[in-house]
């Protein structure tokens, strides 16, 4: 046992390094050929902050544990809004501002219901997975459209630009981009074996293992890079690649189970924790949007942010 939390521990590890090496690669590649750093933040990088999700689900669902992959998405969606930008709103409070946040939350909370629907009747379908896939290509053209429209005075351009890598050999990011497209499902799989051990020893399903120590590995990642984004003053961009995040892990990580293995699914699925991902998603639009303007995420809505995940993590083990 000890060997598996091991192995469970440096492939988190190796995951989040592999995908961080990965986005950088791709970024710098990408700002070297001419692309501009606006749609590499709304593309790359925010694809990029879903990269160990997407190929832990597919993984998982190769390996014929499906509810595993779904765990993963669901709880990956739970954690990135009650955990992380619940903790990120405790260090310091988010000034939500960008009129591009505010086309992104409507987005959010639209697929989150497709989602819902689809996993309603208790399985997810072939069909429903390539539905969603096919909805993770378009939403990712429609961020490209975006960013070329984008006004020149919106705070996350400027924010965007700041993160991209600047002056990277193009050997290096090609060197980065392989080096990520080789560890990051070699560690997936050594996390999703041991995973599914650690689950197996302590009786826990494959479902829960997914909504709970997965997802918080995988989302650990998106918590580093919240808190450093408010120190830095870059609230839109910390609060963007959550909701970005989020749209992916709908589409490409619930979309992996459908597509690779499509079954029924847990019951806590469907009865339980889409319900609670969705009264979180609501619960940030409330918090975060405003039509008479500036709207902040402040510590006491971070209380309730982080004391909701906790609940819920009683929830399932109490």
């Not at 392989?178 to 020893?201: E, N, R, T």
Request: net charge negative; proline share 3%.
């Amino acid at each position: 046992m000890l060997l598996q939390i091991t192995i469970f521990v440096l492939g988190l590890i190796v995951l989040g390094w592999s995908a961080d090496r990965f986005v950088y690669g791709a970024s710098a590649l990408a700002r070297n050929i001419g692309v501009s750093p606006m749609m590499i933040g709304l593309t790359i990088v925010a694809m990029g902050s879903s990269a160990p999700e997407i190929v832990v689900s597919a993984i998982a669902s190769a390996n014929g544990n499906m509810n595993t992959a779904v765990g993963n998405a669901l709880g990956s969606n739970i954690t990135n809004i009650a955990l992380v930008l619940g903790i990120t709103a405790l260090v310091k409070p988010l000034v939500v501002s960008s009129i591009t946040l505010k086309r992104e939350m409507p987005v959010l909370i639209l697929i989150t219901l497709i989602a819902m629907f689809f996993m309603f009747d208790g399985q997810l379908a072939r069909h429903e997975g390539m539905i969603l896939i096919g909805l993770f290509v378009f939403v990712l053209a429609g961020m490209a459209w975006l960013s070329l429209h984008v006004d020149k005075s919106d705070p996350l351009m400027a924010e965007t630009a700041e993160e991209i890598p600047k002056d990277v050999n193009t050997g290096v990011a090609v060197l980065w981009i392989g080096v990520g497209l080789i560890l990051l499902p070699l560690s997936a799989q050594f996390l999703v074996d041991s995973a599914v051990f650690i689950a197996s020893h302590f009786g826990i399903s494959d479902l829960v293992i997914g909504l709970t120590i997965i997802a918080l590995g995988t989302s650990l990642p998106e918590l580093a890079t919240c808190i450093a984004g408010v120190r830095k003053g870059e609230d839109d961009l910390a609060l963007g690649n959550i909701i970005g995040s989020n749209i992916f892990n709908l589409l490409a990580v619930l979309g992996m189970p459908g597509l690779i293995a499509p079954g029924l699914l847990e019951e806590g699925a469907y009865q339980r924790d889409m319900y609670v991902m969705l009264g979180l998603t609501l619960m940030l639009f409330l918090f975060s949007f405003d039509l008479k303007g500036r709207r902040q995420i402040n510590r006491v809505e971070g209380f309730i942010l982080v004391l909701s995940f906790l609940l819920y993590q009683y929830w399932l083990f109490g």
